[in-house]
C-alpha cells in the first residue's frame, strides 16, 4: 500500500519566488488497485508521479510504501523496496539490446532468450524482431513504450507508476498499449499500478480515479463515480481528438 501524508512541493520560479505545485496532498492507494490521475495541465499530475519515484522530494508531508517511511529515500532504494517509473520519453539506450535491458530488469544475468521473450510477447510484439535490436533511436515512440512495459513487467514491482504513457505515440499504438494495461488490469496480483492519463480509453480500465487541480486533489472516487463527470472535460478526452 502506497500512502501520502500531507505532501507538499515547492520550487523557485524564476524570481526567486516560492512556487507551490503540490500543496498538503493525502492519498491512500490499496493493493491490488489500478489508479489513474487525471486533470487539467499543470495541475502537478507529473510531479506527483515523480514524488512517488523519488526524482524529487517533498517539501513537507511523508511518502510511505507497506508502513514503511521512503520520504527521505532515493529513486535506487525506492527501485529495490519495489517501485517502477515508466517516463513520458522512454530512454534510448546507444548500444544496449533488448535482451539485456530484460536482463537488467529482471535482475538476471542469464535470463533465457526464450524467458526474455515472454515479456515482450506480453506486450504485442513480435519477440524474434526485437530481442537483439538496440534500444535507440531506430525504434518508434510506440515500441519504445511497449519494451519499458516489457520491463516493468520483468521486475514484477509492488508498484508500477507510469507519466502520461500516450504521450508522443500515434493512436495505432496507443490502441495497442490500451489493450496491454487492459491485460495488466486483469492479472493484478501483489502489485498496484497508477497511470497519469487525460485520456477517456485508460480512465475507464481504472478501479479508482483521482482528479488533481491546483497541486490539490479535487476528487477521488471509484470510476463509476468520478469519470461520467470528466467525460468531455480536459481531464477525459477521446483518443481520437488528441492523438490523430
Known amino acids: 500500500m502506497l500512502e501520502l501524508r500531507n505532501v507538499s512541493f515547492e520550487v523557485n520560479d524564476e524570481n526567486d519566488q516560492n512556487k507551490e505545485i503540490i500543496h498538503d496532498l493525502s492519498l491512500t492507494v490499496d493493493d491490488h488497485r ?6 487539467p495541465n499543470g495541475g502537478g499530475k507529473s510531479t506527483l508521479a515523480r514524488l512517488i519515484a523519488g526524482i524529487e522530494q517533498p517539501t513537507s508531508g511523508q511518502i510511505l510504501m507497506d508502513g514503511i517511511d521512503i520520504t527521505n529515500k532515493s529513486i535506487t532504494e525506492r527501485a529495490q523496496m519495489g517501485i517502477s517509473f515508466a517516463f513520458q ?3 534510448r539506450f546507444k548500444g544496449l539490446q533488448v535482451l539485456d535491458l530484460i536482463r537488467l530488469a529482471a535482475q538476471d544475468k542469464t535470463m533465457a532468450p526464450g524467458a526474455a521473450c515472454e515479456y515482450l510477447s506480453a506486450v504485442g510484439l513480435c519477440a524474434k524482431d526485437y530481442i537483439n ?6 525504434l518508434s515512440g510506440g515500441e519504445l513504450k511497449r519494451i519499458e512495459i516489457a520491463t516493468v513487467l520483468a521486475r514484477k514491482t509492488r508498484l508500477s507508476v507510469f507519466d502520461e504513457p500516450e504521450a508522443g505515440i500515434d493512436l495505432w499504438s496507443f490502441q495497442n498499449l490500451t489493450r496491454i494495461f487492459e491485460k495488466m488490469r486483469e492479472d493484478i496480483t501483489d ?7 487525460h485520456q477517456e480509453r485508460i480512465l475507464e480500465i ?3 480515479i483521482v482528479v488533481l487541480a491546483n497541486g490539490t486533489i479535487k476528487q477521488h472516487g471509484t470510476k463509476d463515480e468520478v469519470l461520467p463527470g470528466l467525460i468531455g472535460t480536459e481531464s477525459a478526452v477521446n483518443a481520437c481528438e488528441r492523438l490523430m
Open 34 to 39: 489500478f489508479v489513474v490521475i487525471t486533470g
Open 191 to 197: 502489485s498496484s499500478i497508477i497511470i497519469i492519463s
Open 133 to 138: 535490436r538496440e534500444v535507440n533511436a531506430s
Open 206 to 208: 481504472a478501479d479508482e
Open 89 to 91: 520519453q522512454p530512454v
